[in-house]
T-cell receptor, first 117, second 112 residues
């Protein structure tokens, strides 16, 4: 149980294009979904937290106009990297929890490796 | 402020050795949760354990064991009789108030 999927697993795009990453909870309804970014050999950095039907809460320093998050249903959240640039290249990981976020376990997706040329 | 420190950046052991991964945390809250996750080369984080701040009981699950000590703000993770498949990056994390903070991670390499 508690399986989270992400699509695509890898994406290569040209600078200036937009990329959408999907995160789905497959066997549970996720009250909260989280988006993280991980640079090579570094830890995970929380980008934003989203609850179904409401606006995402972004961490300090994360541009909300650049990283658009939509949490349309209890099983789907999307992250759109708009006008991507090479510095946006990273490993993006989503997670989902189905209880009180501060107390419940986050289950992580397999990640999406974005390369911007 | 809350913070998680994993002082060991990389550890290398030979198969069948025991290894302990250290985790020290900082928080002013009395209610919090601690986690360990494993990130194999594939990249996906695998949940290993969750422990709340009121439960200091140590836990054993197969070859894995965890030692939670509030007096030293530590939540250490031990793998006994390590195997090559244990090679991964291990993250300790602290969560409270809708905010999960990860340590820098410890890269464990188990050599045959």
């Amino acid at each position: 149980g508690a399986v989270v999927s992400q699509h695509p697993s890898r994406v290569i795009c040209k600078s200036g294009t937009s990329v959408k990453i999907e995160c789905r909870s497959l066997d549970f309804q996720a009250t909260t979904m989280f988006w993280y970014r991980q640079f090579p050999k570094q830890s995970l950095m929380l980008m934003a937290t989203s609850n179904e039907g409401s606006k995402a809460t972004y961490e300090q320093g994360v541009e909300k106009d650049k990283f658009l998050i939509n949490h349309a249903s209890l099983t789907l959240s999307t992250l759109t990297v708009t006008s991507a640039h090479p510095e946006d290249s990273s490993f993006y990981i989503c997670s989902a929890s189905y209880g009180v976020p501060s107390t419940d376990t986050q289950y992580f997706g397999p990640g999406t490796r974005l390369t911007v040329l | 402020a809350q913070k998680v420190t994993q002082a060991q950046t990389e550890i290398s052991v030979v198969e069948k050795e025991d290894v302990t991964l250290d985790c020290v945390y900082e928080t002013r809250d009395t209610t919090y949760y601690l986690f360990w996750y494993k990130q194999p080369p594939s990249g996906e984080l695998v949940f290993l354990i969750r422990r709340n701040s009121f439960d200091e009981q140590n836990e054993i699950s197969g070859r894995y064991s965890w030692n939670f000590q509030k007096s030293t703000s530590s939540f250490n993770f031990t793998i006994t009789a390590s195997q090559v498949v244990d090679s991964a990056v291990y993250f300790c994390a602290l969560t409270l108030s809708n905010d999960m903070r990860f340590g820098a991670g410890t890269r464990l390499t188990v050599k045959p």
